[in-house]
């Protein structure tokens, strides 16, 4: 299959999807901006020229550079704008008349690691629904999120790739039989706080009519650096630039190779613990076209009111699990363990009363019940605490439908959780639930673990359900259909509910996710604030 697109003609993969056998044809390794290098680094992406003759895009482009989680390896490149396209050969019925949903995926990783590559994220069990998928790569890290406050080097430049590479798809999608008018853009961690971004900024209204957002927004503490001079001055003084003019110091940050750059963002506090600077930031007024001209507490306000999904894991925090983290954790370090999480920003007395909630009002009898409230304590400062302020606003606006979800399944691909627990199998069947990241092997299948769900099996199951959910609510706004034996009732500001995942046991719930652990947090914000 051949698709002529404004920058040339583009030759495809034939594949064939893992559960179906359903043909598709992947697109892979599509430039979609000119690579952000030399002149172009720290700046907004720039219109890719185009190439002449026939590009095979059988191949992906690089990863964007990064180092490698839990070593000092860098890998990947400058040169990494590139976008998947995944097109299901669909035999024309009545129903498929027209051109097909698009669903866009950004993925996770921190703003610091992670690709958009299909040997990770293979949207196979979408495919079968007959949506296109569309993978992407954007800059991380320093080279993604560098902020001087000019336009040389304005912030957010990983959140502008994003918005072209939706501007891409907009002008091209329909060379390929998709349906430029229905497009949903959906993401998990800090590919969800990245949609959630899109949602408030100007500059993205219209290019998409539908939002996904798992595991993360935009009021995470992790996905905003309020002091991003700092972040930028420190980098820079680090690499030998003593100097205080950001217009020198861009020059100067030029001519500095990029690994080099990576390895010095590197950055660790007190504790040792990595601290993740670059991430979006409050762009300058002196900027032109700011992606995010003011703090996101008061972008919220403008939200382009569109169709959403926005859920959680039930035991997010197993992430923080990992056995080189538990010795952060012993019971004489927890107190200043819970002042690091939160930032430094609470008194002794509102750390001792969060310390007395999780570990001290339950009576603390066994190992794994202090790993549990190890797991809810990090769940709801990095997840939960922020997540109803993800969407409150879609609420009160009351135009689109707004669906929630707990997913909780615990299947054998869960896949982050089985990595945390690899060398404690007891702690894997002992604390239950689905960890950070845990749904998205439902979602895609993940050629690195190259596990294959076995026919009937309940992972199968949730494969098809998770495929089935995404794919109805982008083709029509509404995750249900007649062949799931739930409905999924949307939220609402005075009849909260949500549609808990978990296999054969997937189910309306009422009331508010955690809703014992919000409020709690709920009366910490307003008692300091107060």
Same mark, same amino acid.
């Given at each position: 299959?051949?698709?002529?697109?404004?920058?040339?003609?583009?030759?495809?993969?034939?594949?064939?999807?893992?559960?179906?056998?359903?043909?598709?044809?992947? #697109?892979?390794?599509?430039?979609?901006?000119?690579?952000?290098?030399?002149?172009?680094? #720290?700046?907004?992406?720039?219109?890719?020229?185009?190439?002449?003759?026939?590009?095979?895009?059988?191949?992906?482009?690089?990863?964007?550079?990064?180092?490698?989680?839990?070593?000092?390896?860098?890998?990947?490149?400058?040169?990494?704008?590139?976008?998947?396209?995944?097109?299901?050969?669909?035999?024309?019925?009545?129903?498929?008349?027209?051109?097909?949903?698009?669903?866009?995926?950004?993925?996770?990783?921190?703003?610091?690691?992670?690709?958009?590559?299909?040997?990770?994220?293979?949207?196979?069990?979408?495919?079968?629904?007959?949506?296109?998928?569309?993978?992407?790569?954007?800059?991380?890290?320093?080279?993604?999120?560098?902020?001087?406050?000019?336009?040389?080097?304005?912030?957010?430049?990983?959140?502008?790739?994003?918005?072209?590479?939706?501007?891409?798809?907009?002008?091209?999608?329909?060379?390929?039989?998709?349906?430029?008018?229905?497009?949903?853009?959906?993401?998990?961690?800090?590919?969800?706080?990245?949609?959630?971004?899109?949602?408030?900024?100007?500059?993205?209204?219209?290019? #998409?009519?539908?939002?996904?957002?798992?595991?993360?927004?935009?009021?995470?503490?992790?996905?905003?650096?309020?002091?991003?001079?700092?972040?930028?001055?420190?980098?820079?003084?680090?690499?030998?630039?003593?100097?205080?003019?950001?217009?020198?110091?861009?020059?100067?940050?030029?001519?500095?190779?990029?690994?080099?750059?990576?390895? /010095?963002?590197?950055?660790?506090?007190?504790?040792?613990?990595?601290?993740?600077?670059?991430?979006?930031?409050?762009?300058?007024?002196?900027?032109?076209?700011?992606?995010?001209?003011?703090?996101? /507490?008061q972008l919220v306000n403008d939200t382009s009111p569109v169709p959403v999904i926005i859920g959680l894991n039930n035991m997010e925090g197993i992430i923080a699990l990992m056995e080189y983290r538990?010795?952060?954790?012993?019971?004489?370090?927890?107190?200043?363990?819970?002042?690091?999480?939160?930032?430094?920003?609470?008194?002794?007395?509102?750390?001792?009363?969060?310390?007395?909630?999780?570990?001290?009002?339950?009576?603390?009898?066994?190992?794994?019940?202090?790993?549990?409230?190890?797991?809810?304590?990090?769940?709801?400062? #990095?997840?939960?605490?922020?997540?109803?302020?993800?969407?409150?606003?879609?609420?009160?606006?009351?135009?689109?439908?707004?669906?929630?979800?707990?997913?909780?399944?615990?299947?054998?691909?869960?896949?982050?959780?089985?990595?945390?627990?690899?060398t404690r199998p007891v702690l894997r069947h002992a604390i239950k639930g689905a960890c950070h990241a845990d749904e998205v092997t439902y979602l895609f299948y993940n050629k690195l673990f190259g596990?294959?769900?076995?026919?009937?099996?309940?992972?199968?199951?949730?494969?098809?359900?998770?495929?089935?959910?995404w794919s109805n609510f982008a083709k029509s706004g509404d995750p249900n259909s007649s062949d799931l034996s739930f409905k999924w009732i949307n939220t609402s500001a005075s009849d909260p509910k949500?549609?808990?995942?978990?296999?054969?046991?997937?189910?309306?719930?009422?009331?508010?996710?955690?809703?014992?652990?919000?409020?709690?947090?709920?009366?910490?914000?307003?008692?300091?604030?107060?």
């Open positions: 299959m051949d698709v002529v697109i404004e920058q040339g003609a583009l030759q495809g993969l034939q594949n064939k999807t893992l559960l179906s056998n359903k043909p598709y044809v992947s #697109f892979l390794g599509i430039p979609y901006a000119k690579p952000p290098v030399n002149d172009l680094r #720290f700046k907004a992406p720039v219109k890719h020229p185009g190439w002449s003759g026939v590009l095979e895009a059988i191949s992906e482009g690089d990863k964007c550079m990064q180092y490698v989680f839990f070593t000092d390896n860098i890998i990947g490149s400058e040169d990494c704008l590139y976008l998947n396209v995944l097109v299901p050969q669909v035999e024309k019925t009545n129903e498929l008349d027209g051109k097909l949903a698009v669903m866009v995926f950004i993925h996770g990783g921190a703003f610091n690691y992670g690709c958009g590559s299909v040997n990770e994220y293979s949207p196979d069990y979408l495919l079968d629904e007959n949506v296109i998928v569309v993978t992407l790569n954007y800059r991380l890290n320093v080279l993604g999120f560098l902020n001087l406050d000019i336009d040389e080097c304005p912030g957010n430049m990983g959140l502008k790739d994003q918005l072209f590479a939706f501007k891409w798809i907009k002008e091209n999608i329909a060379a390929f039989g998709g349906d430029a008018d229905n497009i949903t853009i959906f993401g998990e961690s800090a590919g969800s706080a990245s949609v959630h971004c899109h949602t408030m900024s100007t500059q993205s209204t219209g290019l #998409f009519q539908k939002a996904i957002m798992q595991s993360g927004c935009a009021f995470n503490p992790w996905a905003l650096n309020e002091n991003h001079r700092v972040a930028a001055f420190k980098l820079a003084n680090n690499l030998g630039c003593l100097i205080n003019d950001p217009e020198e110091i861009v020059k100067y940050l030029r001519n500095v190779p990029a690994i080099n750059l990576v390895k /010095e963002s590197k950055f660790k506090d007190e504790t040792g613990y990595l601290n993740y600077m670059f991430v979006p930031s409050i762009e300058s007024v002196t900027v032109s076209n700011p992606f995010l001209p003011a703090h996101p /507490e538990l010795s952060q954790l012993s019971d004489d370090r927890l107190t200043d363990e819970i002042s690091r999480m939160c930032k430094n920003k609470y008194s002794t007395k509102v750390i001792n009363k969060i310390k007395d909630f999780y570990f001290n009002k339950c009576n603390i009898e066994s190992e794994t019940t202090k790993l549990e409230q190890i797991c809810h304590l990090h769940s709801d400062i #990095f997840f939960v605490k922020d997540f109803y302020r993800g969407f409150d606003n879609f609420l009160k606006q009351d135009i689109a439908p707004v669906y929630k979800y707990e997913f909780k399944f615990d299947g054998e691909f869960n896949a982050i959780k089985n990595l945390v627990f690899a596990v294959v769900p076995k026919p009937n099996s309940p992972e199968y199951k949730m494969c098809k359900m998770m495929g089935k959910m949500y549609l808990s995942i978990d296999g054969d046991r997937t189910r309306m719930a009422e009331g508010m996710i955690n809703s014992y652990r919000l409020r709690f947090w709920q009366e910490i914000s307003e008692a300091v604030i107060v």
